[in-house]
């Protein structure tokens, strides 16, 4: 088998090494949409510009306002008369928030009131806004208990504080967005460039009629399967290796844990990968099917139900359970688990199980259906 | 230029378009999944904060406080454990997110009006959901804080400041708001640049474009019948997936449909000469979707601000966006359909990609041409 195995794998790198531009994206391109999306992938909003509807003007009022500004977060603030102005404003897209101060402000605060401030928020981008808001309340809330505990040590009853708690955050302690984005990405990439390069490079073969060519020589499909397989299975983890190098320089990521599962479990991935890849060219007559089926397949799922931007947990039930309809969502726990986490194989089994299932029926099927196409 | 040639040639395309029987359904089928999956999934939300709990006090005290966790929605207890060195494997074995830990004593501490101490440890790996997680864990714990206080004193309450937030135009925060009317600009952007490329590189690569040049057909009528049918499709595609977002998703054009449908066109003419001008750099289809698929489809969408807001970007990337067409469009579907400004707000972002639109198309075409030659 090896012996006819070698010329079809042969023929194969032949070809793609023939065209020097699909074998450069393939294996450059991964690297820089690393370094693309590890700039532009931030949830950290920093910069809000803000506006100020003080209908008080007391010193406490001004006091409290002043905390938004040393947080930090809030770049730029601007006093405006009334909430028309700043609803304006916001349509425009010159303030993302604004903040309403009532005029009974510092009498409710010093008196331990509860006072009520209002919060404009441009909800547009709903994502923004909620972080926006969270720093609204972390900012209100810190303030707050500022002037609960002044106020209660006025009457002596001050210092106390019930509950002190700590948190601690493991495994990225600095919260920095490119760490926990760097392994999904090497999902997402590997994913695309796996599906897309070998339906299309099936696809191209049945388009061109050599398929049929391949079909009379004594070559079994599942050589063939095997032979198309491999050249591409190399160059995606060489590109993996490349976004990893990449990683590591440009955003310090340190794989933590064991190179080898990190080597065994990415190949597994592939393999996956190029099954659905395979299954997208039985189904695929020409290229441009095989294409928009492969972004289909590879990229909504990797990048939307996998985990890698958007918390499973948060999505409706259904959705639950089609996540599972892409390998990227338990190739995405087994690398944080090994890069960023650095646990060993205990803490990732059951993934690497659920990894293998999917691998084992993916490529049983799309074999299945590739001889039946091929007869 | 001559009618008949054109609409020949327009015959010719849409006969092939109509003979793959795979290829329009899924044109047609690929953006409303795409609409169902960014609408309904595409949420930074955190709704479920999985914990693992390690309560060593045991009191009515503690379970009070576990209380104000659980009954905020944001929580759900999936694990107890009273071995406090175990709860390193329920992080480790992605088992939960987060571990809250209630020292012994607990109780009796705020019973004798002293410190209690807890431990809150936050699974960094799932980044921003982490940050939110904090968030309400602060605002739990400060809330339980003062009902102590309060108790203390005697009062009802100890007062304090309460951030009251109006979300305008998406009062709900729902992200798929957001999210789907971005999906009209992706779906308008693979369908013209991509399909367009990889129709006319498809010729190329059978060898039926020099069959072509030997007709009396010009350059020009060629690009037309190139390009006609799929604007074509763009467009009753990008109405399908308009009728889907008011009608399926709820989300209604709060602005002038006219406006919206007029600078429509305006980016039609970038994505279309995008098309054309990766089928003169590209040989084979597989070239010519790498090259629209990496080099102009995955750039524009994490730079135009398609998911990610641009002011959070390096300050050279935020430069590199203003070439992009993309992001004026973005910004032109969002502003038109969910806050309904008019085109007095939008003059910028209009003259913006109509000036890239023609520039594009118009050095496209011109090396379409010169090419063949």
């Known amino acids: ?375 | 230029m001559n009618k008949q040639r054109i609409l020949a040639l327009l015959k010719k395309e849409f006969g092939q378009l109509f003979k793959d029987k795979k290829l329009l359904p899924l044109v047609f089928v690929a953006p409303l999944l795409q609409l169902t999956f960014l609408g309904f999934a595409a949420s930074l939300d955190v709704k479920d904060i999985s914990m693992v709990l390690c309560d060593l006090d045991k009191t009515e005290s503690s379970r009070g406080f576990i209380e104000k966790f659980t009954n905020s929605g944001y929580f759900t207890v999936d694990y107890s454990t009273e071995d406090y060195g175990s709860i390193q494997s329920y992080l480790d074995d992605h088992k939960t997110t987060m571990a809250l830990i209630i020292p012994p004593k607990f109780g009796d501490k705020l019973l004798q009006r002293q410190p209690a101490r807890v431990q809150v440890i936050l699974d960094g790996s799932e980044g921003n959901s982490t940050t939110i997680a904090m968030g309400y864990v602060n605002q739990i714990i400060v809330s339980y804080s003062n009902s102590v206080l309060a108790e203390v004193v005697g009062t009802k309450s100890v007062g304090g400041i309460n951030a009251q937030a109006r979300a305008w135009f998406n009062p709900s925060l729902k992200s798929r708001n957001y999210m789907v009317p971005g999906v009209l600009v992706l779906i308008l952007l693979i369908t013209t640049m991509n399909l367009t490329s990889m129709a006319i590189v498809k010729e190329k690569e059978i060898g039926t474009l020099e069959q072509i040049m030997v007709t009396p057909i010009t350059p020009t009528e060629l690009i037309l019948g190139k390009l006609i049918p799929f604007t074509i499709i763009g467009i009753v595609n990008w109405c399908v997936v308009l009728v889907a977002m008011v009608v399926g998703f709820g989300i209604p054009v709060m602005g002038s449909f006219p406006l919206l449908f007029g600078l429509t066109t305006f980016f039609l003419l970038t994505s279309l000469g995008l098309g054309l001008f990766v089928s003169t750099i590209s040989h084979t289809q597989q070239q010519a979707m790498m090259t629209s698929m990496f080099f102009v489809l995955q750039p524009m969408m994490y730079i135009s601000g398609f998911n990610f807001p641009i002011e959070n970007m390096p300050k050279a990337l935020q430069l590199f966006s203003f070439g992009v067409p993309m992001r004026y469009y973005l910004v032109i579907v969002r502003s038109v359909i969910l806050k309904g400004v008019g085109i007095s707000s939008l003059w910028f972002e209009a003259g913006a990609l109509l000036f890239m639109g023609v520039m594009v198309l118009v050095a496209s075409v011109l090396r379409f041409k010169s090419k063949l030659d």
């Open chain 1, 1 to 375: 088998m090896l012996r006819r195995l070698l010329p079809i794998i042969k023929k194969e790198f032949r070809q793609i090494r023939r065209d020097k531009r699909v074998l450069a994206i393939l294996t450059l391109v991964p690297a820089l949409l690393l370094l693309l999306n590890g700039y532009a992938l931030n949830y950290d909003v920093s910069h809000i510009k803000m506006a100020v509807i003080d209908q008080e003007n007391s010193k406490e009022s001004r006091d409290f306002l002043n905390a938004f500004v040393t947080s930090g977060y809030f770049d730029y603030v601007q006093y405006l008369k009334s909430t028309d102005e700043a609803m304006h404003m916001i349509d425009d897209a010159r303030i993302r928030a604004a903040i309403v101060i009532p005029t009974d402000f510092s009498h409710k605060l010093l008196s331990g009131e509860i006072t009520d401030i209002q919060v404009l928020v441009d909800g547009m981008d709903s994502n923004a806004a909620s972080i926006i808001l969270g720093y609204v309340q972390a900012v209100t809330l810190q303030y707050s208990q500022k002037i609960v505990l002044k106020n209660l040590s006025k009457i002596g009853r001050g210092n106390y504080l019930p509950i002190q708690y700590d948190a601690r955050v493991w495994y990225n302690p600095e919260l920095k967005s490119a760490k926990f984005l760097v392994p999904g990405l090497i999902g997402f990439i590997l994913a695309i460039t796996a599906v897309i390069a070998t339906s299309l490079s099936i696809v191209k073969e049945k388009e061109r009629n050599t398929i049929e060519q391949i079909d009379v020589s004594p070559i079994s499909s599942v050589e063939l399967i095997v032979g198309k397989m491999i050249p591409y299975a190399l160059i995606s983890l060489v590109a993996a290796a490349l976004v990893i190098v990449a990683a590591y320089f440009l955003f310090d990521v340190v794989v933590k844990g064991s190179y080898l599962w990190l080597f065994g479990s990415t190949l597994l991935f592939v393999i996956a990968a190029l099954s659905i890849g395979l299954f997208v060219s039985t189904i695929s007559d020409s290229q441009q099917v095989a294409f928009q089926l492969a972004s289909l397949t590879s990229m909504l799922p990797t990048m939307i139900l996998s985990g890698f931007m958007f918390p499973i947990r948060s999505m409706p039930w259904w959705l639950q359970i089609l996540t599972n309809i892409t390998p990227a969502k338990f190739y995405l726990v087994i690398l944080r688990s090994i890069i960023l986490k650095g646990v060993g194989l205990a803490a990732f089994w059951d993934q690497l199980v659920y990894l293998m299932i999917f691998t084992t029926v993916m490529l049983t099927i799309s074999a299945r259906r590739f001889k039946k196409t091929l007869s």
